[in-house]
T-cell receptor, first 113, second 111 residues
Framework: EAQVTQNPRYLITVTGKKLTVTCSQNMNHEYMSWYRQDPGLGLRQIYY???????DKGDVPEGYKVSRKEKRNFPLILESPSPNQTSLYFC????????????FGNGTRLTVT | DQQVKQNSPSLSVQEGRISILNCDYT??????FLWYKKYPAEGPTFLISISSIKDKNEDGRFTVFLNKSAKHLSLHIVPSQPGDSAVYFC??????????FGTGTLLAVQP
């Protein structure tokens, strides 16, 4: 089954404790992206990757890092999480960036206290 | 600067009637638009798209209309069913503009 898998689904952590949210896709997609969803703000892009070893900032990259060492994996790293990073996070992938429907994972609900 | 706006946070419709979800955009360089549906505890799923060279695209009960002069698009669901109850996001993008999403509209279809 074609899918984007993110883990964990739920995560509660404390300020400053480094964490990684994993994302993997099995569709051989070139393009991958991370979004956060916040009430009243919709889906905002954090980082994206056009291909292996090619990543770039989205609209809200501060406090986040990503890497794309393999085509299928695109982890999101929070080196020093803060309470304003409490949010619902989605990983997505698509065949290409332009005019290609995104396939989303089921989300990671992160709470930083 | 919100390039894509969904001004109605929520919409309630009776089962069997038409649901109309609206979306406005400001970037005239957008040349494609997509609608996604999101159920609670799931990721958004792609619903329907439209290219700027068209003014209408249909897929079963779902039709998207694009009015480029007004920079407005709408999603029509006919007839609405309780299973359509979800949050709907519209998004716009272009060859030199990445995909930008609106804030979403929560549709509730009442049985």
């Amino acid at each position: 089954e074609a899918q984007v898998t993110q883990n964990p689904r739920y995560l509660i952590t404390v300020t400053g404790k480094k964490l990684t949210v994993t994302c993997s896709q099995n569709m051989n997609h070139e393009y991958m992206s991370w979004y956060r969803q916040d009430p009243g703000l919709g889906l905002r892009q954090i980082y994206y990757s056009m291909n292996v070893e090619v990543t770039d900032k989205g609209d809200v990259p501060e406090g986040y890092k990503v890497s794309r060492k393999e085509k299928r994996n695109f982890p999101l790293i929070l080196e020093s999480p803060s309470p304003n990073q409490t949010s619902l996070y989605f990983c997505a992938s698509s065949f290409r960036e332009y005019n290609s429907p995104l396939h989303f994972g089921n989300g990671t609900r992160l709470t930083v206290t | 600067d919100q390039q894509v706006k969904q001004n109605s946070p929520s919409l309630s419709v009776q089962e069997g009637r038409i649901s109309i979800l609206n979306c406005d955009y400001t970037n005239s360089m957008f040349d494609y638009f997509l609608w996604y549906k999101k159920y609670p505890a799931e990721g958004p799923t792609f619903l329907i798209s439209i290219s700027s060279i068209k003014d209408k695209n249909e897929d079963g009960r779902f039709t998207v209309f694009l009015n480029k002069s007004a920079k407005h698009l709408s999603l029509h669901i006919v007839p609405s069913q309780p299973g359509d109850s979800a949050v709907y996001f519209c998004g716009g993008g272009g060859a030199t503009n990445k995909l930008i999403f609106g804030t979403g509209t929560l549709l509730a279809v009442q049985p």
